[in-house]
Structures are given as structure tokens and as C-alpha cells.
């Protein structure tokens, strides 16, 4: 009976010990990661956006480029193409995204994959959301249902056997967390997180436990210079920048597997 007791104290013991370890690896990827010169950075942009190559080449850790490649179903990115083969001929890795827009979420994944194709087995697709139904949002045009967040991936694994990253800010995050936590889709979605802030204490836990890519830094807090977070060379303040949770080394190998 002792070594019974003995035992289970000793599990207990260790699963506390396992939760400890666990909550501060989420806490410390919260807490500036790309102040880690082993943390990888990624910037996203689309063609308003500068990119000096040369000047970019002499940061390191940037691993790649997210790009945006359409919008709604008539918009497609007129730098995306050019900058898509100047980018992989430098070696970076590159990703798109499409801007989804409320109605015919069909069509914009139809018209999504038909600017960036559908077997680019090496490259990143992601679903930019910028407001959801129920979250924080001025842009009545922006303004998605799930089911309308869902067609969309649903169309895209189906048509590529992959799964597109998905964008949201704290807002979007945590409406879904919390109304449809256990979301059998989402929660396989890898998360790319905006947040525009040194540190993270609120992250509203429930889809997602943390985050692959998050975008820390942008023009929304780059106005003023000296609040600027991090800046790529070769890019203006109005870039904006992301860390992803692991190491530039991870991150390369990683990438062509990011969402499948």
C-alpha cells in the first residue's frame, strides 16, 4: 500500500512538473522572441511594400516571404509574381495569402489558386482574416462568418491536400476560441498571430495553444521610430515583420510541411 501511494504521489509529482515546463515554453514565446538571435523572422508583404534584396540579404534570420496574392475574387497583387521568382532565385522561401472578403468564399479560393497554383509543394498558403461576425471590426466588407472561413480552407486542402495557415488578430482569435473551441478544421490550421506588442499575457487559449508565425511588428507601431520593435533591413516601417516559434535552421525544414 505504501509503494502504491509512494507511486502515485511520484506521478503527481511529475505531470505537475510537465504542465510547469510546458506553460513557461508558452510563456517564453511570448515574451520578444526575435530578441533570440536563433528565432526565425519572416516578413509579409504585398506591392505598396519596399523590399531592397540586397539590403535584405544582410539580415540572417529572415527565413522567407508571406505575400499577399489576392483579394475577394478580382484582385490579384501585381508585384506577387515578379517578387515571388526574385525571392526563390535569392533562396528564401516564399507563401501567399488571400485577403478573404464576406460572399462567395468558393470563388475567392477558385481565384486564389489560380494566381498562385495548386502544386507548389515548397510554399506556404495562408487565409488572411481580418474580422470575423462577432469580433472587433469597423470594415463591414471584411466582416466573415465561420462557415464562410471554413468553405474556403475546405475548398483549398481539398483541391492541394494541404491546409492554409490562418491570420487573425487578438480579436478574431479569441471570438472563435470561444465560441467554437474544439472546431475539428481549425484547430489544425497552423496560426499566424497579430498582435503588435513586446509581450503577451492574455493569449485567449482554446483552438490554438500558441502560435507558428506571429506578426509582431508593422507600421501600426513602426509611426514612431523609437517604438519600433524590430526592422528588417531593406524594408521601410511600414513592413510588417514576423516571428515564427523555432529557429531559422527549423524553420527551413519545416516550411513546404507547415499545414499539411
Given at each position: 500500500m505504501e509503494s502504491n501511494r509512494?507511486?502515485?504521489?511520484?506521478c503527481a509529482f511529475?505531470?505537475?512538473?510537465?504542465?510547469?515546463?510546458?506553460?513557461?515554453?508558452?510563456?517564453?514565446?511570448?515574451?520578444?522572441?526575435?530578441?533570440?538571435?536563433q528565432t526565425a523572422i519572416v516578413i509579409d508583404a504585398y506591392y505598396n511594400n519596399l523590399i531592397d534584396w540586397k539590403e535584405l540579404q544582410t539580415d540572417r534570420r529572415v527565413v522567407g516571404i508571406l505575400h499577399k496574392a489576392?483579394?475577394?475574387?478580382?484582385?490579384?497583387?501585381?508585384?506577387?509574381?515578379?517578387?515571388r521568382n526574385q525571392a526563390k532565385s535569392l533562396g528564401y522561401k516564399w507563401g501567399s495569402y488571400h485577403l478573404l472578403r464576406k460572399g462567395d468564399p468558393?470563388?475567392?479560393?477558385?481565384?486564389?489558386?489560380?494566381?498562385?497554383?495548386t502544386n507548389n509543394r515548397d510554399e506556404i498558403m495562408a487565409l488572411d482574416i481580418e474580422c470575423t461576425?462577432?469580433?472587433?471590426?469597423?470594415?463591414?466588407?471584411?466582416?466573415?462568418?465561420?462557415?464562410?472561413?471554413?468553405?474556403?480552407?475546405?475548398?483549398i486542402e481539398k483541391k492541394t491536400g494541404?491546409?492554409?495557415?490562418?491570420?487573425?488578430?487578438?480579436?478574431?482569435?479569441?471570438?472563435?476560441s470561444a465560441n467554437f473551441p474544439n472546431d475539428k478544421l481549425l484547430v489544425r490550421a497552423p496560426l499566424?498571430?497579430?498582435?503588435?506588442?513586446?509581450?503577451?499575457?492574455?493569449?485567449?487559449?482554446?483552438?490554438?495553444?500558441?502560435?507558428?508565425?506571429?506578426?509582431?511588428?508593422?507600421e501600426i507601431n513602426?509611426?514612431?521610430?523609437?517604438?519600433?520593435?524590430?526592422?528588417?533591413?531593406?524594408?521601410?516601417?511600414?513592413?510588417?515583420?514576423?516571428?515564427?516559434n523555432g529557429s531559422p535552421d527549423k524553420l527551413r525544414k519545416q516550411w513546404g510541411n507547415i499545414g499539411k
Amino acid at each position: 500500500m505504501e509503494s502504491n501511494r509512494f507511486i502515485k504521489i511520484l506521478c503527481a509529482f511529475l505531470f505537475l512538473c510537465v504542465v510547469s515546463v510546458s506553460d513557461a515554453q508558452v510563456t517564453d514565446s511570448f515574451d520578444a522572441p526575435w530578441k533570440n538571435p536563433q528565432t526565425a523572422i519572416v516578413i509579409d508583404a504585398y506591392y505598396n511594400n519596399l523590399i531592397d534584396w540586397k539590403e535584405l540579404q544582410t539580415d540572417r534570420r529572415v527565413v522567407g516571404i508571406l505575400h499577399k496574392a489576392t483579394e475577394n475574387i478580382d484582385f490579384a497583387d501585381p508585384a506577387y509574381q515578379s517578387r515571388r521568382n526574385q525571392a526563390k532565385s535569392l533562396g528564401y522561401k516564399w507563401g501567399s495569402y488571400h485577403l478573404l472578403r464576406k460572399g462567395d468564399p468558393i470563388g475567392q479560393a477558385k481565384f486564389y489558386l489560380k494566381a498562385t497554383g495548386t502544386n507548389n509543394r515548397d510554399e506556404i498558403m495562408a487565409l488572411d482574416i481580418e474580422c470575423t461576425v462577432s469580433s472587433q471590426c469597423g470594415v463591414e466588407h471584411y466582416r466573415v462568418s465561420l462557415s464562410e472561413i471554413k468553405s474556403f480552407l475546405k475548398y483549398i486542402e481539398k483541391k492541394t491536400g494541404r491546409l492554409p495557415i490562418f491570420y487573425a488578430n487578438q480579436s478574431i482569435e479569441k471570438d472563435l476560441s470561444a465560441n467554437f473551441p474544439n472546431d475539428k478544421l481549425l484547430v489544425r490550421a497552423p496560426l499566424w498571430y497579430a498582435r503588435f506588442k513586446a509581450q503577451v499575457t492574455d493569449f485567449p487559449l482554446g483552438i490554438w495553444k500558441t502560435y507558428t508565425f506571429w506578426q509582431f511588428s508593422s507600421e501600426i507601431n513602426c509611426k514612431a521610430e523609437e517604438k519600433c520593435l524590430y526592422r528588417v533591413p531593406g524594408t521601410l516601417s511600414d513592413m510588417d515583420i514576423n516571428v515564427y516559434n523555432g529557429s531559422p535552421d527549423k524553420l527551413r525544414k519545416q516550411w513546404g510541411n507547415i499545414g499539411k
